[in-house]
């Protein structure tokens, strides 16, 4: 790789030696993957949730802290392994929990900023179209680079922190424009309900694998939510890191998707695909629904405010439970609209800074429903469970009287 001068003297240790190790293991992946050079980027997602980095991703994060490493650009990470504040009040193990406050004290050494979400887009990390990016987090990656129209890879978790330690990463994959290039055509041929931007994620996954998808039939009336939804579970059943949806989102607003050439493959949505596909999101033989969990990912202030409508009058069921997973920003919004009184009051738990992938499930519950295919995807395999896959309103549906 080309190096400038700042990188050689970073790479001599004159910046500390946190970032000099940064940066080595930066060039040492970088070269393999063909990058002739470093590029600067303007923010980082990165992650520290103790459900994916276990002990060896710990100590590593401590270690960077102990060695003097400080973020350079502003950094942010996925949700935690517990919720802060309620972990012991609902029997999550307390050397686990341990663990996390841990991994908690070493990003703040490091300057990173607590957010805990998936979503840093609703928590002001809004990086410009063109940017570089530095993100981990498959259903952030797909925001950034699709609705925001700003570049990144899906960034390793450890090579995310080296990132947020030196502002810098290799430029390889979607950092260079001819690699943004639509490959295959979706045309949607059916009007979409709220669930259906995510059953159409699924289908996107399994048929793109990690391809780019351009979409047609998409109305401008699409919000950020059903987007944030249509790219967290393109990325759980299939990898795609970007897609582009023809006059909505920004790359495909000004010009061809597939830069003049025409798709490798192409392929319609229809009513019958989209319901064939959220039955199968469905386990053979879930059981009376107990628990209803919602914010896949984090749910938005919108999303809280309607959901507080659907339940109006309605209690959360004695023998059932209903969690919110969401950003501590939306949990205070909601506060301080009194949303989250009414919420509370109906018996609904909001879980601010986790997720329910990446924490253990306590409580013991066996069937539960979610309006969200990312979760339905991931659910059943991490914790042994049976999910229903239906909509909002089937979830309160489900869980209240
Ligand atoms: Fe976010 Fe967890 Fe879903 S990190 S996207 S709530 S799996």
Redesign the pocket.
């Known amino acids: 790789m080309q190096l400038t001068d700042q990188e050689k003297r970073i790479l001599q240790g004159e910046e500390g030696e946190a970032k000099r190790l940064a940066l080595e293991i930066l060039q040492k992946v970088g070269e393999p993957l063909g990058a002739e050079r470093f590029i600067e980027v303007a923010s980082v997602q990165a992650m520290a949730h103790f459900g994916s980095l276990h002990i060896a991703g710990r100590d590593w994060l401590e270690k960077l802290a102990q060695l003097g490493g400080c973020c350079c650009v502003p950094t942010t990470q ?2 935690a392994s517990i919720p802060f504040g309620q972990w012991e009040e609902m029997g999550y193990d307390a050397e686990y929990a341990q663990n996390q406050m841990r991994l908690a004290e070493a990003i703040l050494k490091l300057g990173e900023m607590p957010k805990w ?3 840093p887009y609703y928590q002001g990390s809004i990086p410009r179209v063109g940017q570089n990016v530095a993100w981990a ?1 498959s ?1 952030a990656v797909s925001f950034a680079n699709s609705v925001l129209g700003a570049r990144t890879n899906r960034t390793p978790a450890g090579l995310a922190i080296c990132a947020a330690l030196t502002g810098k990463m290799p430029c390889y994959g979607l950092y260079l424009k001819e690699n943004r290039r639509a490959q295959i055509k979706v045309c949607v041929e059916c009007e979409l309900t709220d669930l259906d931007y995510n059953t159409l994620g699924i289908l996107l996954g399994k048929r793109a694998g990690a391809k780019i998808p351009a979409i047609y039939g998409i109305p401008g009336s699409a919000t950020n939510d059903n987007l944030k939804y249509l790219g ?1 579970s393109a990325a759980s059943s299939g990898s795609v890191a970007l897609y582009h949806i023809d006059g909505v989102t920004p790359e495909a607003l000004l010009q061809d998707p597939f830069g003049g050439r025409a798709p490798e493959e192409e392929f319609s949505v229809t009513r019958e695909l989209l319901d064939e596909e959220a039955q199968r999101l469905t386990t053979e033989g879930v059981g009376d629904i107990q628990l209803a969990v919602v ?4 749910y938005s202030s919108e999303e809280a405010i309607r959901l507080s409508k659907i339940i109006e009058g309605r209690k959360v069921a004695e023998d059932k439970a209903f969690w919110i ?1 969401t950003t501590l920003e939306t949990d205070s919004l909601l506060e301080r609209m009194g949303i989250k009184a009414k919420l509370t009051q109906a018996g609904i738990r909001i879980m601010a800074q986790t ?4 924490s253990p499930l306590v409580g013991g519950y066996q069937n539960l429903i979610t309006d ?1 295919g ?2 339905a995807s ?1 659910l059943p395999s991490e914790h042994g469970i049976k999910i229903k896959y239906a909509s909002t309103e089937a979830c309160a549906e489900a869980v209240m009287k």
Do not use: Q, R
């Open positions: 996925d949700p979400s998936c979503t987090e259903s967290a914010g896949c990912p984090h997973f997720c329910l992938v990446i969200s990312k979760f991931y």
